[in-house]
């Protein structure tokens, strides 16, 4: 039956070459080259699909043998898969070199290098574009602290000229709140710090742990405003 299959397909009747491939299959289920052959004919018939099925199972049977790479990476060649056809082939010819699946790599090698570079460089502006996301947050957070600290410190000195009339206030007003900043350490003592938590904006932003750490870091570091 093999023979029979071999004999069509050289005789160019890929239909009866399909059917009796097939038939094979049947009885000899685990037989990786089979599965080859037939996907040989698939490509013939310009059926790359089938033929990438068939060679996925072969593959699976046995997966050292470089049939099925050939035909695969041609069937992805048929279909524009410059990548998959590539990495078939090349795979194809170490395996079990053969001039006609050198040649289809030399192919579709350009191609898929030229596909390799694109994702490159999409995937270097994504991270930059990530960085500067990072940047900006970072950036609006010690904004946020700075005018923060600015109408604290207004406050305080209207604080101490009300308390320097008779009759005023002595001693300003009382001190922050009790237990305020007590879960992030050294910010507690930052002046305008209960301004800061009442601001909604900057309620959001201190959800991101980043903007949290900058504020940390500011408030630490007076010297990084």
């Known amino acids: 039956m093999i023979v029979s299959a071999i004999e069509a397909l050289n005789d160019g009747e890929l239909q009866k070459a399909i059917d009796l491939f097939t038939d ?3 009885l000899n289920p685990r037989l990786a080259i089979l599965y ?5 004919v698939f490509i013939k018939l310009q059926k790359p699909n089938a033929a990438i099925r068939d060679c996925d199972r072969a593959t699976e049977i ?5 049939q099925p ?11 524009g898969h410059w990548e998959e056809a590539a990495h078939d082939l090349a795979l194809a010819c170490k395996l079990d070199y053969d001039e006609d699946a050198r ?4 192919e579709v090698q350009p191609r898929a290098q ?3 570079e694109h994702r490159r460089k999409y995937e270097r502006k994504r991270e930059e574009r990530e960085i500067k996301e990072r940047i900006e947050r970072v950036k609006k957070a010690r904004e946020e602290h700075e005018r923060a600290q600015r109408e604290e410190e207004a406050r305080r000195q209207s604080g101490a000229q009300y308390g320097s009339f008779p009759g005023g206030f002595p001693g300003g007003f009382p001190g922050g709140m009790p237990g305020m900043g007590a879960g992030m350490p050294g910010m507690a003592g930052m002046p305008g710090f209960n301004e800061i938590l009442s601001d909604p904006e900057v309620l959001a932003a201190m959800q991101d742990p980043e903007v949290m750490v900058a504020f940390q870091d500011v408030a630490q570091n007076p010297a990084y405003m």
């Open 62 to 66: 046995n997966p050292d043998s470089a």
């Open 114 to 116: 030229k596909i390799a």
């Open 24 to 26: 094979a299959i049947k």
């Open 69 to 79: 790479y050939k035909w695969r990476g041609k069937a992805h060649r048929l279909l």
């Open 103 to 106: 040649a289809m790599l030399k």
């Open 36 to 40: 080859a052959k037939r996907a040989n």
